[in-house]
């Protein structure tokens, strides 16, 4: 049976969040430099995202670039924010004819000039479209999502009458309304390619009872049929959530 049939279609997860790990290896065992490998990472996230949004996902969480990343030599880092701006212009047709809606999650504060603005003209472009919505997480810590959620709690519940809104409760949902996307459901499903075992700081407070699956295969040789067997995976799984399933 082809594996898309096989999918059970009212289980599908509502939220898959990818870690996109092994471009570098990718490269390196083609005696190639390290941004080939971001390179053709880019065309298979072009790929997963049209698999995902034919699929009906609802939600599609994509970690591009992690806070720690710039870490890295500059020559890289500078690579990979011109492969982010050529995938938000040269994508809006795509977008459109599919509907997709891109949304941002991440320290807005601290991206360069060029990729803010064209971050914000995707937002923007693309708001009213009712498909997939596809998460770009960059210059995202989920450590550092909670630190800014903190502080505008804090800032909320010190002057509300500032947001308009009453001081919030110091609950989990109430915390939650201050993460970077609160409408959007936490993820059901966590991917993460490259056969590490780690959470690299991606979702942090919205991963608590996702489910994870680890893809020994490297990010940019994932295929569609990689993220269909990754979804039935998930369909196998029994969630409890913490409580116990009645005999
Ligand atoms: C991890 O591989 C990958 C990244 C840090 C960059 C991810 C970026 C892309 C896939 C391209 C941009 C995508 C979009 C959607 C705009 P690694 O370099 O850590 O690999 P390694 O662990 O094998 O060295």
Redesign the pocket.
């Known amino acids: 049976m082809p594996l898309q049939s096989a999918i059970d279609n009212p289980g599908i997860p509502a939220h898959i969040g990818i870690i ?7 490269a390196r065992k083609r005696n190639q430099n ?1 941004t080939q ?2 390179l053709e ?2 065309k ?2 072009k790929r997963i995202v049209k698999a995902a949004s034919d699929m009906g996902i609802a939600y599609l969480t ?1 970690y ?2 992690s806070t720690e ?1 710039w870490k890295r030599a500059a020559e890289e880092v500078g690579f ?1 924010m011109g ?2 701006k050529r ?1 938000l212009i040269e994508e809006m047709d795509f977008y459109r004819q599919n509907g997709i809606r891109i949304r941002y999650t991440g320290d807005f504060a601290g991206l360069p000039e060029d990729i803010g603005g064209e971050i914000q003209k995707a937002l923007e472009n693309t708001k009213a479209f009712p498909g997939l919505q596809v998460i ?1 997480a960059l210059n995202y810590g989920g450590r550092d999502e909670i630190r800014r959620a903190v502080g505008r709690f804090i800032q909320d519940r010190r002057e509300p009458e500032l947001s308009g809104a009453e001081a919030p409760a110091i609950t989990e949902g109430g915390i939650s309304q201050y993460l970077d996307n609160p409408d959007i459901p936490d993820p059901d499903l966590i991917i993460r390619t ?1 056969g590490e075992f780690r959470t690299s700081n991606f979702l942090l407070w919205e991963a608590a009872y996702s489910e994870y699956y680890i893809s020994d295969i ?2 940019p040789d994932w295929t569609e049929e990689d993220l269909r067997l990754a979804v039935l995976d998930f369909q196998k799984r029994e969630r409890r959530f913490g409580g116990i399933i009645k005999p």
């Open positions: 996109m790990d092994g471009n570098g290896r990718w390290r490998g971001h990472g880019l298979t996230a994509l591009v670039f990343n990979i492969l982010v995938y770009l490259a490297l990010w």
